[in-house]
């Protein structure tokens, strides 16, 4: 085990992430810069040869009162059921936790729900599991997401598993006038304008405009496409997808009032998918939906949306952690989910 201590470290890293199956842009050298106001670590595992058999990506933030936590989104990247390996990353992360005096060290991993192995190999390295959150507030990463397989197809086989209706919605879209562009850094303020619009109509809080130039100007063009719809010229409706190693995620959408009998965002999902087929993509992620499949429930709609394109209802894990300060992180957690609830009944009733 050892850390990332100099670029020539960063580079093989990247190198690792970007050709390991589990890879994830969360765990990449260019998402932890986008999170400059959490300082990065990185820890290696590596064979008898010196060789990267496993890494993760480890955020570290100061929290007033409480002390420093430890965050890993989507890691670790490697073989999640070497226990060897995950020894290796586990003792590289208590090592930081002493560095840092810790409280804790909190990861939500890329690891479907149902991965006993999994669970039995980290209980055994001393983490704790909880995987009983069902809506977007209880967790940082959704627990909960849609994906489509795309490795190896076509884009006619794509489509022809998409359900009926989207597959018209798609074709409306282009039959009445929709047509969709690669936006560049500028257009980020228009995208930013329907974004606010967006969240004032369904209730979430956005992120300002410099965030978006900042994921633009680590990310892009590599990493990160703007994409917005135009109907005569006009702006109504735009998506942010990250690609990173096997994958395309849909990171951020927004759109407007105006025009959404157009379904506009029904051919952006369209265009980001035919991307990920022609980077030839295992993956491509619709991000996150809540775990309450109820017709009643007031994301339904979101659900009902993505399901349409075929894609496969994903339940992760959730959160493994490792408590160095049980107590002061239990008061932590508590303070935390008090906050959201109440930033949560602010914007409802705005």
């Known amino acids: 085990m050892r850390f990332v201590?100099?670029?020539?470290?960063?580079?093989?890293y990247k190198e690792f992430l970007e050709n390991h199956e589990r890879c994830n842009f969360q765990q990449s050298p260019e998402w932890a810069k986008v999170?400059?106001?959490?300082?990065?670590?990185?820890?290696?595992?590596?064979d008898e040869n010196g060789t990267i058999i496993g890494a993760v990506s480890v955020l570290i933030r100061k929290i007033p009162i409480f002390g420093n936590i430890m965050y890993s989104s989507r890691g670790p990247t490697c073989d999640i059921h070497d226990i060897s390996v995950m020894k290796q990353l586990t003792d590289g992360i208590k090592e930081l936790a002493k560095k840092y005096n810790a409280i804790?060290?909190?990861?939500?991993?890329?690891?479907?729900?149902?991965?006993?192995?999994?669970?039995?190999?980290?209980?055994?390295?001393?983490?704790?599991?909880?995987?009983?959150?069902?809506?977007f507030r209880e967790e940082i990463q959704p627990r909960y997401v849609f994906r489509l397989d795309t490795k190896g197809?076509?884009?006619?086989?794509?489509?022809?598993?998409?359900?009926?209706?989207?597959?018209?919605?798609?074709?409306?879209?282009?039959k009445k006038g929709?047509?969709?562009?690669e936006g560049t850094r500028e257009d980020l303020k228009e995208f930013h304008k329907i974004m606010v619009e967006t969240g004032a109509r369904d209730g979430f809080i956005i992120r300002p405009l410099s965030y978006f130039e900042k994921m633009y100007d680590e990310l892009a063009p590599k990493h990160m496409k703007l994409l917005m719809a135009y109907y005569e010229d006009k702006p109504i409706s735009g998506v942010i997808p990250i690609m990173y190693g096997n994958k395309t995620w849909y990171l951020y959408g927004a759109s407007s009032n105006e025009?959404?009998?157009?379904?506009?965002?029904?051919?952006?999902?369209?265009?980001?998918?035919?991307?990920?087929?022609?980077?030839?993509?295992?993956i491509y992620d619709f991000r996150g939906v809540s775990g309450v499949v109820d017709e009643n429930h007031?994301?339904?709609?979101?659900?009902?949306?993505?399901k349409g394109f075929g894609a496969t209802f994903t339940e992760f894990i959730g959160e493994v952690y490792l408590p160095f300060k049980p107590l002061t992180y239990s008061m932590y957690k508590f303070a935390e989910k008090?906050?959201?609830?109440?930033?949560?009944?602010?914007?409802?009733?705005?």
């Open 35 to 46: 999170k400059s106001n959490w300082k990065n670590e990185v820890v290696l595992a590596e």
């Open 259 to 282: 025009h959404r009998n157009l379904m506009p965002n029904y051919l952006l999902q369209w265009e980001m998918i035919k991307m990920a087929i022609a980077r030839k993509d295992d």
């Open 178 to 181: 929709v047509v969709v562009k």
């Open 104 to 135: 804790v060290y909190n990861a939500e991993p890329d690891i479907e729900s149902n991965d006993e192995e999994f669970r039995k190999v980290v209980t055994n390295l001393g983490y704790k599991i909880k995987d009983d959150a069902k809506n």
């Open 298 to 306: 007031p994301q339904y709609g979101l659900y009902r949306f993505k």
């Open 338 to 350: 008090t906050f959201r609830n109440l930033r949560a009944l602010k914007t409802k009733f705005k």
């Open 153 to 174: 197809k076509t884009e006619e086989e794509v489509f022809a598993g998409f359900h009926s209706k989207t597959r018209y919605n798609v074709r409306l879209a282009t």
């Open 5 to 12: 201590t100099d670029e020539k470290d960063k580079r093989a």
